[in-house]
Every structure is written in structure tokens, then in C-alpha cells.
């Protein structure tokens, strides 16, 4: 019997290999994929967010926990998919336009994908037009906007703007974040949500998808 | 002491990629808010980009915005351990130290602050932003490499400022500040020891600065020997000034985009005069912003600053 725990301390520890190695055992052992997601992949994750809210962990540290569940979830993903198994929901996010900074945006992936969201990674420098392209050909549910300048920050407007023109703005909650941004811009702009840290991205877009 | 240069491309009608590229357009963005705003000191721009691009690093540079880093330049320790060096004046660096030549001739003589980023800072953008941040736990020494070499570069650099004419520099560290107080004690604070004991002197001061430095790092920051740092707002001021020795000098912290970017001119009186009261038992706070104000920041905002600075200077 595979030792889930190993698994769990794997994905908390930041153990990518080990992950990888303890997620192949117990899929060899006939261990059904959603099992491990939901009783020990997205606990540890909780887990790491947990101590990063606490300052136990910081930004290293929850990037590495992201990169060893990111390695089981790679193995993971085809009997998933296969298996009619649903995630939390699907989030296209993206640094905006004109922006290059990822580190935030990066994190905030990395949560949500502990979260047991499937996470679409536009990357940087992310044009409205492309956030309303993935909404429509990836049926994204929920799109997250990351900017850390004043200067690009009214990206995320424009961007709700393509939404609402291409005629997919009901369909889709919008969630921003960022160094500059507060929650008063985010009501500004027309945003549904505003997360503080990378962790509360997770329960914002928990409550996005609940709310519809 | 807000960190203030490009709002001043308001009083000039210069753009952002001007100040970064040419001493002529930054010195007159300065001097136009020094005149506006009779500060007993002016600073270099703020760029985090300038000693990446020195290094080799690949920039992305637009009309209205502060450079940025692309990519990365280093992938593994081979690569770090044959990293050349650059040298002072190589790139845009010569623009930074020009301005500083320039801006010692003022005939008023204020005190004249540089500016350069930090030793990990450095090291991370050489080396991808992200990517740092894991290497400093699964490839200590690749970014030990980096740093040493970013230390090795700054410590030039910050000797060709003195040489130049500064009374001091600003080192902005932010990335060690998303790092663990002994990760950042290890990566940044060793290193900027060993700058401070070489560059640092009766005539020349090096303040650091962190805006994503929380008062569980003040420690660590203490431990490079410097007098004086510059904080963000996640540095509860009032609380922290308690726990230092009163020759330490802490500054900041009213955020930039908050606070000078969105507040209307009357809430940003308030705040200021706050943030005095609840500092006002201490001689060693210097009130600031918590970072380099932007160059879309309301001059109106930097206005009501200032004025509730004085007034409160004049009625204390």
C-alpha cells in the first residue's frame, strides 16, 4: 500500500522527484487519481498556504510546494480528464498587457492549482484580446489579472471592457490582484473579486465559482 | 524624504524613457520637484534595470515606463561562475552617474542620493525572478555565485557615486524581502556587510530600502551594519521604531500607488499627518514614501505631502 503521506510531506516539503516517484507508485498500485487530489495533494497545498499566510513559509518555499504538486498533477492530469473527474473550475490568468512581472501571477497560479483549479498560464504582457480568446475557445470560468505598475494596471479595465464586448462578461468571474491594486480600484473597474495575497486567491475564486 | 524623481516629468514634459536614457532629462525632472518642493536633497532615478542590463541582460523598454528585465541570463553555476563582471559606466549606468556629477553642481548644495539596486535583487534578475526564489533553496550555490558577483559590481559601482559626488546612496532590495529573515540574512544582508565595510564612510552613507520588507525581517536588515533603511507598507513604523536603538534611522512609509496615486490631496494631508503623530516620539524617523513614487502620481498628492511635512515642522 503506497505511503500517501510521503506524498503529502512531498508536495508541503517541496520534493518534486519524490512527489513525481510516490504519485507513479500509487497510480501503479491502482490508487484512483481524484483520491490522491482530494485527500492529500490539495490538503499539503492548503497546508503550504496556511504556513505562507503565517510567514512560516515564505515565497520560496510555496513555489517549490507548487512545483512538486505541479509533478504529480502532470501524471495525474490524462486519467483525470479521462475519468470524467472535475476541477474547482478554469481560470485563465495572466499578467496584463504591458506588464512583464510573473512572480505574483505565478503564485497565485500555483495556489489555485493546489486548489484543484485547472489554471491556463497566459503568462506576461497578456492583451485583452487574448484573455477574451481564451474565455471563448477554453470556456474559462474565471479570469485572474495580475499587474504590479500603476502604468499597466488599467489593462485590467480595458480587458473587462473586450469582456463585455465580446459578449462573454456574464459568463466569467473576474479576479484581479497586484502590488497596486486595492479592493476600491477593483470595484472601480467592474472587477468581481480582489485578492491580497496568493492565498486568498484560492478562496475568492472558491467563492467566484459558488457564486454562479 | 519620498523616493521622487519621476513625477517630476509633469514639470517638464519629458517621458519616462528620457530619464532613464539621458542625465540632461533627469536632472531637470529632479531639480523641477527640488525647486518645487525645497527638499535639502535629490536623488538619482529609481531603476531596477540599469546593473541587469550592465550585466548583460536583455531589457524591455517602452515610452512611459521603468525598463524591465526579459528572460534570463543565467540558467546553472556554469554559466554564473563565467559571468563577467561589468564595469561603472558600462551601459546606462554611465546616465545614473552622470547625474549624480550634475546634480552636485546645484548652488544651493542639498544632500545628493544615488541609487542602485541590491546585491540578491541582482542576482534574481540575472538569474529570473521566480526561478531565484526556488534556487535559493535547491541551488544555494548558483545564487550565491550571482549575488557575489552582483555584490563585486555594486561595490564599483557605489565607489564610482562617491567619486562622482554623492553624499550617499539608496539600495533597494525588495526581492530578499520575499525571502525568509535567515535566507535573507544569508543571500542579501552578508553581502551588503561586506559593501557597506568597503564603501561606506564619514562622507558617504548607504540607506536600504525594502518595501516588501515585514518587521519579522528588521532583524536581518540590521544585520548589515547600516544606519538607516527605507521601509514599504508592510512595515508597521510606529511599532518598529521601539525595537531600535535610537541612532538607527527609519524611513518611509506612505505607499506610492495608495496613497499618492489614488488618495484625493486632503486624505493624503491626513495620512501624512498620522503617520507623524504616531511616529512623533521618535528623532530617528525620516517620514517618505514607501517606495518610488510613479510617474502618474498627482504632483497635487506630492503637494499636500509637503505642505502638512512643513506645517507640522512649523508648529511642532
Known amino acids: ?212 | 524624504m519620498p523616493i521622487a524623481v519621476y513625477p517630476g516629468l509633469a514639470l517638464t514634459g519629458a517621458k519616462v524613457q528620457d530619464i532613464v536614457t539621458n542625465a540632461t532629462a533627469q536632472c531637470d525632472a529632479q531639480i523641477a520637484l527640488h525647486e518645487r518642493y525645497r527638499t535639502p536633497f535629490v536623488l538619482s532615478a529609481m531603476d531596477l534595470s540599469v546593473e541587469a542590463e550592465a550585466f548583460g541582460c536583455t531589457i524591455h523598454k517602452s515610452e512611459n515606463e521603468v525598463p524591465s528585465v526579459l528572460g534570463r541570463l543565467v540558467t546553472n553555476l556554469e554559466q554564473a561562475q563565467q559571468l563577467a563582471v561589468p564595469k561603472p559606466g558600462d551601459k546606462r549606468t554611465s546616465v545614473y552617474l552622470e547625474t549624480v556629477r550634475r546634480l552636485r553642481k546645484l548652488v544651493d548644495h542639498p544632500l545628493v542620493i544615488g541609487g542602485c539596486i541590491g546585491p540578491f535583487s541582482l542576482a534574481a534578475r540575472l538569474a529570473g525572478m521566480s526561478e531565484a526564489m526556488e534556487l535559493t533553496i535547491t541551488e544555494p550555490d548558483l545564487m550565491h555565485t550571482l549575488v557575489a558577483k552582483s555584490a563585486s559590481f555594486l561595490t564599483l559601482y557605489l565607489s564610482a557615486f562617491k567619486e562622482a559626488g554623492a553624499d550617499g546612496a539608496i539600495m533597494a532590495e525588495p526581492a530578499a524581502g520575499l525571502l525568509s529573515p535567515r535566507s535573507m540574512g544569508a543571500f542579501s544582508s552578508a553581502y551588503i556587510r561586506e559593501i557597506e565595510s568597503a564603501v561606506c564612510d564619514g562622507h558617504f552613507a548607504l540607506i536600504l530600502h525594502n518595501c516588501a520588507a515585514k518587521p519579522l525581517h528588521l532583524p536581518s536588515m540590521l544585520e548589515t551594519g547600516l544606519g538607516t533603511f527605507h521601509f514599504g507598507a508592510l512595515m508597521d513604523l510606529p511599532a518598529v521604531l521601539g525595537q531600535v536603538a535610537p541612532e538607527i534611522v527609519l524611513c518611509g512609509n506612505l505607499d506610492p500607488t495608495s496613497v499618492f496615486c489614488q488618495l484625493p490631496p486632503l486624505e493624503i494631508a491626513a495620512r501624512t499627518a498620522n503617520l507623524l503623530a504616531a511616529t512623533a516620539a521618535y528623532r530617528n524617523y525620516v517620514i517618505s514614501s514607501g517606495c518610488d513614487v510613479p510617474p502618474n502620481a498627482p504632483l497635487t498628492g506630492l503637494d499636500a505631502f509637503f505642505n502638512t511635512v512643513d506645517n507640522t515642522i512649523q508648529n511642532s
Not at chain 1, 145 to 151: I, K
Not at chain 1, 190 to 195: C, M
Open chain 1, 1 to 212: 500500500m503506497p505511503d500517501f503521506k510521503l506524498l503529502y510531506d512531498a508536495i508541503l516539503k517541496g520534493y518534486a522527484k519524490t512527489a513525481k516517484e510516490t504519485t507513479e507508485q500509487a497510480l501503479a498500485d491502482g490508487v484512483e487519481p481524484i483520491v490522491l487530489v482530494q485527500e492529500w495533494m490539495v490538503p499539503a497545498m492548503t497546508e503550504a498556504g496556511r504556513r505562507f499566510e503565517c510567514n512560516d513559509y515564505f515565497v520560496p518555499e510555496l513555489l517549490l510546494s507548487a512545483r512538486a504538486m505541479k509533478a504529480s498533477l502532470e501524471l495525474l492530469r490524462p486519467r483525470l480528464v479521462a475519468s470524467g473527474a472535475k476541477s474547482a473550475g478554469r481560470v485563465a490568468i495572466g499578467t496584463v498587457q504591458g506588464d512583464l512581472h510573473d512572480i505574483g501571477k505565478n503564485l497565485v497560479a500555483a495556489m489555485l492549482e493546489g486548489g484543484g483549479f485547472e489554471v491556463i498560464d497566459l503568462g506576461v504582457n497578456v492583451t485583452p484580446d487574448r484573455f477574451l480568446a481564451t474565455v471563448k475557445e477554453k470556456n474559462a470560468q474565471i479570469v485572474a489579472m495580475s499587474a504590479l505598475l500603476t502604468t499597466t494596471m488599467p489593462a485590467m479595465k480595458t480587458t473587462i471592457d473586450a469582456l463585455k464586448q465580446g459578449g462573454v462578461r456574464d459568463r466569467v468571474k473576474v479576479l484581479v490582484g497586484g502590488a497596486p491594486i486595492t479592493q476600491k480600484y477593483a470595484d472601480e473597474i467592474g472587477a468581481d473579486g480582489y485578492g491580497e495575497s496568493a492565498v486568498s486567491a484560492v478562496t475568492l475564486a472558491k467563492q467566484a465559482m459558488a457564486a454562479d
